[in-house]
Every structure is written in C-alpha cells, then in structure tokens.
C-alpha cells in the first residue's frame, strides 16, 4: 500500500509545486511508481508534468465534487513511472461546493484509497491556504511534507502552518506525521538566507531534510517546458538536488532503492 505524502505551506512562493513535480519524478526515475494529485487550482504541477489543458477531460474537481472513480482522473507523463491526477480553474469552486456535504473533511481520502495500493507513492499538492481542500489533504495523507523559503517571513509562516497540522492531528487524522520540512530556494551568497537555514535547523532539529534545494536557473526554466528538471536538465545541480532528495525520502522510509538511474546525484 502506496504512503500519502501532502507538500504544504499555507505561504506562497516557497516551491511547494517545484517540490512536488521533481520529488514526484526522482522517485520514478528511481524505479518507484507515483501518483501526483494537482490539488491546487492553478494547475501548475499539472502543466509542469507536460499534461495540457486541451487534453484533460476528467479532473480531481470531478473526483470531490462529481464523485468519479478515481481511475478515470488518471493521466500519464512522459516521465516513466510518473502518473498524475490533473486539477483545472474548476477547483477554486470546489470549497464552496463542498461545505454542505456531509464529511467533507473526507472526500480527499475517499479518492487517495480508491488507488492508494496501486503505488508506491502518492503526492499531494496544496494550494497556498489552509482551506478546505487543503484540509481534505491533510486528511487523506500519511505525512506532511513543508518547503520553506529561505527568506525573513519563513518561520512566522512555518509557526501557522504547525498549528493547523496540530489541529487536524487532534480532530481528524491522528495518524498525520511530519514527513520533514525541506528548505528550498537557498542561495549561499545570501547572508539571510544562511541565518534562516540556522535558525530553521536549530528549532526543528531532525525534522529537517539535510537536502537543501539551491536557488537555480535550471529549476526555473524547466516549468516553461513543461517537464520535471530530473528530466530536462540530466546533471544539473537542480536535478542532483532532488535526486539527493528523493534518497533521502527513500531513506527515511527505509525504502532500498531497487534501480538506480544513470544520473550522478552523489
């Protein structure tokens, strides 16, 4: 049975779907099978896995509002092993819809088990609030995965978001555990940014990924085509990045990694 990971940080900015596009390809590249679930009605991780609005019929609107099997929502990448359940404008109207349905701190879990053991993983990725739809994910998920920016407002957010994991773990999914929090978008030249990762890893400890996710150009460029840096950009530090990440995701679940790709990460 495939572990429900939510990537969420109610600030915005912080590389939530950067973080979840390339985590998601890296542990395909690395021979797991993933499901990525575009929670957030921008659509950014859909586009950003090469699935386009002209070729999406079925979205997870359907699935929360309209009550599609899950399966029907389903899209494949280019990158191998990679699926992915694509979300559309559609979604912004969900909450509002969803608010008179009985359970509908649910209807996210509903979805997530109806193919959770038909992968290793599943990733969640949440819209920049803490609303309904993020709650369903929080709800539907195993762990919780936090990108925070290395920038002044990080922790003031990070403290916020800590409170509503805190409330869902004592009202609805007990069971929720910190995945780890991953900074993201560091760059070494930056005085404010080596005091953040300091001052993060002193008051989290071992909740924090030892992989930092650099400030890059490659990064940056890869959502315009429309494919994971993993797979554009073979190499570059972007790719080497979360390459690194994903073993240590791989680690920290006690997860051996079965097939090894033919990038350098080490």
């Given at each position: 049975?495939?572990?429900?990971?939510?990537?969420?940080?109610?600030?915005?900015?912080?590389?939530?779907?950067?973080?979840?596009?390339?985590?998601?390809?890296?542990?395909?590249?690395?021979?797991?099978?993933?499901?990525?679930?575009?929670?957030?009605?921008?659509?950014?991780?859909?586009?950003?896995?090469?699935?386009?609005?002209?070729?999406?019929?079925?979205?997870?609107?359907?699935?929360?509002?309209?009550?599609?099997?899950?399966?029907?929502?389903?899209?494949?990448?280019?990158?191998?092993?990679?699926?992915?359940?694509?979300?559309?404008?559609?979604?912004?109207?969900?909450?509002?819809?969803?608010?008179?349905?009985?359970?509908?701190?649910?209807?996210?879990?509903?979805?997530?088990?109806?193919?959770?053991?038909?992968?290793?993983?599943?990733?969640?990725?949440?819209?920049?609030?803490?609303?309904?739809?993020?709650?369903?994910?929080?709800?539907?998920?195993?762990?919780?995965l936090i990108p925070v920016q290395c920038e002044f407002f990080a922790l003031e957010g990070l403290s916020k978001l800590r409170e509503t994991i805190d409330l869902v773990q004592k009202k609805i999914n007990p069971n929720l555990d910190i995945e780890g929090i991953l900074l993201s978008m560091y760059d070494a030249r930056l005085r404010l940014a080596n005091i953040v990762v300091e001052e993060v890893q002193n008051m989290f400890g071992e909740e924090v990924f030892e992989t930092i996710i650099h400030r890059n150009s490659k990064i940056g460029e890869a959502p315009n085509l429309h494919m994971p840096v993993v797979m554009m950009n073979a190499g570059s530090r972007g790719s080497i990045n979360f390459l690194n990440l994903a073993k240590e995701f791989l680690k920290n679940n006690s997860d051996p990694i079965k097939a090894q790709s033919g990038i350098r990460a080490d």
């Amino acid at each position: 049975m495939g572990k429900v990971v939510a990537i969420a940080n109610q600030k915005g900015g912080v590389g939530k779907t950067t973080t979840a596009i390339n985590l998601a390809a890296s542990l395909a590249i690395l021979d797991k099978k993933v499901l990525l679930i575009d929670a957030d009605p921008q659509s950014n991780a859909t586009s950003g896995v090469g699935v386009m609005p002209d070729d999406i019929e079925t979205t997870l609107y359907d699935c929360l509002v309209g009550g599609l099997d899950t399966i029907e929502a389903i899209y494949e990448t280019d990158t191998p092993n990679l699926h992915i359940i694509p979300s559309t404008i559609d979604l912004v109207g969900a909450e509002i819809e969803l608010v008179s349905q009985m359970k509908r701190e649910f209807l996210m879990r509903e979805v997530v088990e109806q193919v959770r053991h038909d992968y290793d993983y599943i990733f969640i990725d949440c819209l920049p609030s803490l609303g309904l739809i993020t709650v369903n994910a929080l709800t539907a998920s195993d762990s919780i995965l936090i990108p925070v920016q290395c920038e002044f407002f990080a922790l003031e957010g990070l403290s916020k978001l800590r409170e509503t994991i805190d409330l869902v773990q004592k009202k609805i999914n007990p069971n929720l555990d910190i995945e780890g929090i991953l900074l993201s978008m560091y760059d070494a030249r930056l005085r404010l940014a080596n005091i953040v990762v300091e001052e993060v890893q002193n008051m989290f400890g071992e909740e924090v990924f030892e992989t930092i996710i650099h400030r890059n150009s490659k990064i940056g460029e890869a959502p315009n085509l429309h494919m994971p840096v993993v797979m554009m950009n073979a190499g570059s530090r972007g790719s080497i990045n979360f390459l690194n990440l994903a073993k240590e995701f791989l680690k920290n679940n006690s997860d051996p990694i079965k097939a090894q790709s033919g990038i350098r990460a080490d």
